[in-house]
């Protein structure tokens, strides 16, 4: 008796993008490698005004690592005095937000987008993803699809986040769970 396979790929659309997206990767592609990517360390000005010719909104005291991957930038905005850590992935399909005084630590994944599994044809799925101010995403941590992670949060070192974490949380584990609370008091330090 023969399998039955639920998706088929050979009905996955071969082109999910406007030729505009097309264009614009390609072009970032050539741009990230060659005058991103090589830039001297604490060249952030530089790398801002890169980010802000392919549509980015970036303040002038945010901070991007050379070694930052971003597939969309003119879905990505990033908010005063936020800095976005080395080998961090902004795999961009929606929209990006990261508020003010936010720091994404290093190699950090930020994912948003995905496929509907539950069609045959994996349609492509681009969700938003909005980080909050004060918030600081340690080491390794993943945050998924449709995630609104609150102001004033922490997401653990390696914690994987596929759903909201409420202002002030420190969650951590995978899936994450809340571990804790950031500051009992508003203001407090």
Request: aromatic share 10%.
């Amino acid at each position: 008796m023969a399998k039955k396979i639920f998706q088929q790929l050979d009905q996955c659309e071969g082109f999910p993008y406007t030729r505009k997206e097309y264009l614009m990767r390609a072009l970032w592609g050539v741009v990230y490698w060659i005058g991103f990517r090589w830039s001297p360390v604490r060249c952030y000005g530089y790398r801002r005004f890169l980010l802000r010719l392919f549509g980015c909104e970036i303040t002038g005291r945010a901070g991007v690592r050379r070694s930052v991957r971003i597939t969309h930038p003119w879905k990505l905005k990033v908010g005063d005095w936020s800095m976005i850590g080395d080998g961090v992935t902004v795999y961009n399909l929606g929209e990006v937000r990261i508020g003010e005084h936010t720091v994404v630590s290093q190699h950090v994944h930020l994912c948003a987008g995905t496929h509907n599994y539950r069609e045959r044809n994996l349609p492509l799925m681009r969700s938003e993803i909005v980080i909050g101010d004060g918030v600081w995403l340690c080491a390794d941590a993943f945050v998924g699809p449709g995630v609104e992670v609150g102001d004033n949060a922490v997401v653990g070192a390696r914690a994987v986040v596929v759903k909201d974490v409420g202002d002030g949380d420190v969650v951590g584990g995978n899936p994450a769970k809340v571990v804790g609370r950031r500051c009992e008091e508003e203001g407090g330090r």
